[in-house]
C-alpha cells in the first residue's frame, strides 16, 4: 500500500510537473516571437523620445509612455491568461480535495482516499495540460492585436 501511495503522489507530481513545463514553455515562445520585438520598438521608440531637445520634461515623460503602452497591455494579457489558467487548475485540484474530504467523513481508508486524490489530481493535470495550446494560441492573438 506504501508503495502504491508513493507512486500515485509521484503521478500527480509528474502531471502538475508537465503542465508547468508547458506553461513555461509556451510563455518563453511568446516572449522569443512577441514580446522582445516589442520590448526593442518600446525602446527605440522611447529614445526617439529623448531626442527631442524642444520638448520640456513632461513632454518627454508623456512620450516614453505612451511607447511603453503596447508592452504594458502586452503584459497584462499575458498575466490575466496565465492568473485565470491557474485559477482554473486551482478549482480542479480544490474539487479533488473536496471529494477526498467527503469520502474521509463517509468512513474511507486513508490509503485509498489518498490514491484517489491522486488519481484524482493527476487527471486535473492532464486536462489542464491539453488547454495549454489554446490559451497560448488566446495570447498570442491578443498580442497581434496590439496596436504599436
Known amino acids: ?29 511568446l516572449e522569443r516571437e512577441q514580446i522582445r520585438a516589442m520590448q526593442g520598438a518600446m525602446f527605440r521608440c522611447s529614445a526617439r523620445c529623448c531626442e527631442d531637445t524642444a520638448a520640456s520634461m513632461q513632454e518627454v515623460q508623456r512620450c516614453i509612455e505612451r511607447c511603453h503602452a ?13 492568473e485565470h489558467f491557474q485559477d482554473r487548475l486551482s478549482r480542479c485540484s ?12 463517509s468512513g474511507g481508508s486513508e490509503p485509498r482516499v489518498r490514491g484517489q486524490l491522486d ?19 488566446k495570447m498570442r492573438d491578443g498580442l497581434a492585436n496590439i496596436q504599436q
Open 1 to 29: 500500500a506504501m508503495a502504491e501511495a508513493a507512486q500515485g503522489r509521484a503521478m500527480a507530481e509528474a502531471a502538475q510537473g508537465r503542465v508547468q513545463a508547458a506553461v513555461e514553455s509556451a510563455v518563453q515562445g
Open 119 to 137: 488519481a484524482c489530481l493527476a487527471t486535473c493535470g492532464d486536462q489542464h495540460l491539453r488547454l495549454v495550446p489554446a490559451m497560448a494560441k
Open 70 to 82: 503596447p508592452l504594458a497591455r502586452a503584459q497584462a494579457i499575458v498575466t490575466a491568461e496565465l
Open 94 to 105: 480544490l474539487q479533488c480535495s473536496d471529494q477526498a474530504k467527503d469520502a474521509l467523513d
